[in-house]
């Protein structure tokens, strides 16, 4: 069992930082609304409050990693451009999604929307974060922000989705491919003759 | 920013123990930030001068330099915003709606068949 260097980095990418962040955001925003939100707010305990703030900063951490991973390793793989004379676009994702009208819009509309709509989210959740941690249990008391910090969060989870969805599709038509291998089971494998 | 802005009413269903004015100046940063990024989004794909000025790394392209400029924007519109409404109570609701307004615009433009209409 083995995997290359790129398909790696795009684990990383898409697995260790974009879906972690998407499942923390459905229990970020619920907590946050639940705290400071909801009409009978549960009680915020110090206890708790620590939590949360703990919680999100490493959502922040999630979204950044996932849009910075994205844009400067995974990225460049996936737009490079093929020498002329290649035998094959296997190695050049964006390339092979262009060459057939089947697959263009997945590079048109789905890569050029979710390399630049994902930045929304590490934005959000940044200012969400901040804002909680600066006001706590605080942030009870003022109605308008609490909602706006929600409506960013919203978006912010929504913004990822949609940057998971294409890149799961696009990595599914044209997976990011090649660079060195890394032996995953070798020792296994030995063993089992 | 307009100044009347900060001498507006705000919510008083309760005290409040914290001036308004950080988490305001936080909000409002980010939807600058998220227009800053859609226009910036628009631009860098409709303007072949934009698209070289915005190459800061080649292998990433005119992505690199769309991204990194409305993060600039963000940060900055943040870091000023909060200096100057650090102690203040603002209009939370004004800034609220304007903040999401440019959130929303943030977000449509990053859509490229509404780009492309531009």
């Given amino acids: 069992m083995e995997i290359t260097v790129r398909s790696l980095w795009t684990l990383i990418h898409g697995f260790g930082f974009g879906a972690l962040y998407l499942l923390a955001c459905s229990g970020g925003i619920l907590e946050l609304y639940r705290s400071t939100g909801s009409p009978s707010p549960s009680p915020l305990t110090a206890r708790h409050e620590i939590f949360l703030r703990v919680y999100l900063i490493t959502m922040v951490v999630l979204a950044w990693g996932a849009v910075l991973s994205g844009a400067y390793i995974v990225y460049p793989w996936y737009r490079a451009v093929p020498p002329a004379g290649a035998a094959s676009s296997m190695l050049y994702p964006q390339h092979l999604l262009m060459s057939s009208p089947s697959t263009i819009g997945w590079h048109s509309l789905g890569m050029e929307w979710k390399e630049h709509v994902s930045w929304l989210a590490p934005i959000s959740i940044t200012m969400a974060a901040y804002v909680f941690i600066r006001y706590g249990r605080d942030l009870r008391n003022h109605r308008q922000l609490r909602s706006a910090v929600l409506a960013f969060a919203m978006v912010s989870f929504v913004a990822a989705g949609v940057a998971g969805f294409f890149g799961a599709m696009i990595n599914k038509n044209a997976p990011v491919q090649g660079g060195h291998t890394i032996q995953l089971s070798r020792n296994v494998e030995a063993l089992r003759k | ?118």
């Fill in chain 2, 1 to 118: 920013m307009n100044a009347s802005v900060e001498t507006a009413p705000v919510n008083t269903a309760s005290p409040a123990t914290l001036t308004n004015g950080s988490a305001a100046a936080a909000i409002l940063a980010a939807g600058i930030g998220s227009f800053a990024l859609g226009v910036l989004a628009v631009a860098g794909d409709k303007s072949a001068l934009l698209k070289g000025w915005f190459t800061f790394y080649k292998p990433t392209g005119p992505l690199s330099g769309v991204t990194t400029s409305a993060v600039v924007v963000w940060l900055v519109c943040w870091g000023a915003l909060q200096w100057r409404w650090r102690k203040s109570t603002v209009s939370a609701g004004r800034i609220s709606a304007l903040a999401l307004v440019l959130l929303a615009l943030g977000l449509i433009l990053t859509f490229p068949p509404i780009a492309d209409l531009l």
